[in-house]
């Protein structure tokens, strides 16, 4: 087994498909160093979200914009960012974030956030979102469903204790579902991290297909044969493909299988 190719993905497009008339949200790509923070650009059409601390995540209460056909997860009706998400739509003026009791939390107040790494998401995964956003696919973490039907929300209320069933309102239900999914989302060690879609103008979260390829973040050491394997039977036959960024620069590569003959 050895190393393809390493490669960084040089040309971008944009994500232009919505709800509403939103044609340029992704061709902002705002770098900023260990020291500067990006200017922020300036839109009218700017959504509302609320931050969920005990979760990790926001709920989006206002929307606007074309961005969230393919941006955030929906349970019950609702929509919930991840923490490299917020970042991405508050750097290019997409998204403002309150907190609990309405208090506008600054860009650097999100900086801090995934600096702490208790969201799921390091600065590291975040330059990887970044970019793969900027290039205009869609990206969302690997294993988390895009929309979870009222079903299935309700089946795993029933498998809870008999005194959250009693609760029975529909944020208990989503603070329930959503606590499931982050419980095994800690940084660290080699994990799949996000499932990688090709732009598209028709993408559903109800229905969104295979992704194109799933996204592994890896260390400056080459991963074993054992943690690849490993990795690919976690895929479910969807290509594999790892990243690795250095010095603010996201380098994308993938390892074939290769038989060498028997020489006499």
């Known amino acids: 087994m050895e190393a393809d190719k390493w490669a960084s993905f040089s040309e971008g497009t944009s994500d232009s498909e919505g709800y509403g008339e939103e044609p340029d949200d992704d061709d902002h790509c705002c770098a900023y160093g260990s020291s500067d923070i990006p200017k922020l650009q300036f839109r009218k059409d700017i959504s509302r979200s609320r931050w969920l601390d005990p979760l990790g995540v926001a709920e989006v209460v206002e929307r606007k914009g074309g961005l969230w056909t393919t941006t955030g997860i929906v349970r019950n009706g609702k929509i919930y960012c991840f923490i490299e998400e917020i970042l991405y739509l508050a750097e290019i003026g997409a998204l403002h974030l309150f907190s609990n009791d309405d208090t506008p939390l600054s860009l650097e107040h999100v900086y801090n956030k995934v600096a702490e790494g208790k969201s799921g998401c390091s600065f590291e995964y975040y ?74 103008s028709r993408f559903k979260k109800s229905a969104p297909g295979d992704p194109c390829f799933v996204l592994c973040l890896a260390s400056e050491y080459p991963p074993s044969k054992e943690e690849i394997e490993d990795l690919e039977r976690h895929s479910h036959g969807i290509p594999l493909k790892f990243c690795l960024v250095e010095n603010g620069r996201v380098s994308f590569f993938s390892f074939n299988k290769v038989e060498l003959p028997i020489l006499p």
Request: avoid cysteine; charge should be positive.
């Open 127 to 200: 330059e990887v979102y970044k970019h793969l956003k900027s290039l205009g696919y869609i990206v969302g973490r690997h294993g988390i469903p895009w929309s979870v039907r009222r079903s299935k929300v309700n089946y795993a209320i029933n498998q809870d204790t008999p005194e959250t069933a009693k609760s029975g309102d529909e944020e208990s239900r989503n603070n329930i579902l959503l606590s499931e999914m982050f419980s095994n989302m800690q940084i660290g060690g080699l994990r799949l991290a996000f499932a990688v879609y090709p732009p598209n």
